[in-house]
């Protein structure tokens, strides 16, 4: 039995300042001034309400709203609408509490749609601040002698915290210094121009005062970045629950046993990197003695509807996003790479595979196929996926580059594999069996193990029938000859 009554909802900003909004509450980690928006037709119960022509729409809504202001102009109100999207369309899968109205007319303006305050406000000084630290930066990279430069490697590498560039030359100061103060000028001769406006329409911005004020509708982007879907919060937690931390996947945790669990992994990470860490290069180092400094939150999971499908699912996420076990999971994503080629099934984008096709030359008695790995990163157990890997350094040890860390390289994927705990609302859980999507090197764990037994089971035992195989994670395409 799982208690919700401590379910704590996290708030996600987003900045309306004109309005006085500041937060509106969503089931995904994430922040910034974003709404949520997507495309999709009425099937599967998913009620879905599209809007061919988004300015009749909402002159509609505007005409028809009693609280609609005598004071806003037509004009003004048309052009709002002239610059926004005119394609809305948002899956509301709300079972007993409906959405307020304008839900769509809002949500549908897309997934980056950024609402601007009623006057610009700029925060003048800090985008100075930065502007002179990336001149000075580039004066000092164009500048310092190359022979000196360390080692980079993009993927891996953190930014030193507290560095400040020398200044550069008096010439580049003082024209910096020029152009600051012409900006300054500038921006306050705007605010005295520039009249009050908003990107949003007023019923545009009541829904939005609506949305954030109430407790019993959470928004969340769709699987397969299909848009924003609209759910009540019960029905979001109950799916959540019953769908996948409920099942033999998961256990849960009381939040001492997560907490002291989290920190022993920590140590043991820490200790296997000090006792291997002469197998690293210095760029390596680097990474992770500066990664290990900043702080680190828990893992947070949440679901994304699968709005293609019915009944709708939710699609398990677990954001690792600044959490400790993430600086070891980036760190085994780079060190798989240098392993792909050791899987002739993977293809690495779409542009890859039509490169392929041009070149191939069809019999008449050829056909193409497609499958898919059913729930692939759940499926994927721990104890399998390690000896997989072990398999691999084995059977291809004069092909695997002979600096790379297989010790270490092991035991931090056991590690980090079967301690992979998170948090839902103010609950704590483990997942017991395979990896989860959203956490980094998931993708590549799953074609590496994938790929082993597809060249010691199927590329083996139907070399003479499959004239091609190719496999994009869980995504497959081939062509078969009887």
Same mark, same amino acid.
């Given at each position: ?20 909004? *500041? ?7 994430? *922040? ?24 009749? *729409? ?6 028809? *709203? ?37 839900? &769509? &007319? ?46 980079? #490697? ?145 893992? #947070? ?110 035991? #931090? ?70």
């Amino acid at each position: 039995m799982v208690s919700f009554l401590g379910f704590n909802r996290e708030k996600y900003h987003f900045m309306v300042s004109k309005l006085s909004i *500041s937060a509106i509450k969503l089931s995904a980690p994430m *922040s910034g001034k974003f709404l949520f928006a997507l495309s999709s037709s009425k099937k599967g119960g998913i009620r879905v309400t599209p809007t061919k022509n988004f300015t009749n *729409s909402i002159t509609s809504i505007s005409k028809n *709203s009693s609280i609609m202001p005598n004071t806003m102009a037509l004009n003004e109100t048309e052009h709002t609408l002239h610059l926004q999207p005119k394609n809305l369309s948002v899956h509301n899968l709300c079972n007993d509490y409906p959405p307020p109205s304008g839900t &769509q &007319q809002l949500l549908g303006l897309g997934l980056k749609y950024c609402v601007s305050t009623a006057k610009p406000n700029p925060n003048l000084k800090q985008c100075l601040l930065k502007l002179a630290y990336r001149i000075r930066t580039k004066h000092w990279l164009l500048h310092q002698n190359p022979i000196n430069t360390t080692p980079f #490697i993009p993927q891996i590498y953190v930014k030193l915290k507290g560095w400040n560039p020398p200044p550069a030359t008096s010439n580049t100061e003082h024209r910096t210094t020029e152009f600051e103060k012409k900006l300054k000028k500038a921006v306050n001769l705007n605010k005295k121009k520039t009249k009050n406006a908003s990107d949003l329409t007023y019923n545009q911005q009541q829904t939005l005062i609506k949305l954030r004020n109430d407790d019993n509708i959470i928004i969340m982007p769709t699987d397969k970045n299909l848009g924003p879907a609209v759910m009540n919060r019960n029905q979001y937690i109950e799916q959540c629950l019953t769908e996948h931390l409920l099942t033999p996947q998961y256990s849960q945790l009381t939040k001492k046993t997560a907490l002291t669990r989290i920190e022993l992994t920590k140590h043991l990470l820490l200790n296997n990197l000090q006792n291997c860490k002469n197998q690293l290069s210095s760029p390596e180092l680097t990474y992770f003695t500066r990664s290990c400094k900043a702080q680190h939150r828990i893992p #947070i999971f949440y679901g994304m509807p699968k709005v293609h499908k019915n009944p709708t699912a939710l699609h398990p996420v677990v954001s690792c996003i600044n959490s400790f076990s993430s600086i070891f999971r980036n760190w085994l994503d780079f060190k798989i790479k240098d392993l792909l080629f050791l899987i002739p099934s993977y293809i690495k984008d779409s542009r890859h595979l039509l490169s392929e096709l041009k070149h191939l030359q069809l019999p008449p008695n050829a056909k193409l196929f497609t499958a898919d790995a059913t729930a692939m990163y759940t499926n994927i157990d721990t104890n399998t996926g390690i000896r997989a890997f072990k398999m691999l350094f084995s059977e291809y040890r004069n092909l695997i580059p002979s600096d790379f860390p297989q010790e270490l390289f092991l035991n #931090i994927l056991r590690i980090v594999m079967e301690n992979n705990i998170f948090k839902f609302g103010d609950t704590y859980w483990l997942q017991t069996q395979g990896t989860a999507m959203g956490t980094p090197a998931a993708p590549l764990y799953s074609i590496l193990t994938n790929g082993y037994y597809e060249n010691t089971t199927i590329l083996n035992n139907f070399k003479t029938n499959l004239l091609y195989y190719k496999r994009f994670i869980d995504d497959i395409f081939g062509i078969w000859i009887d």
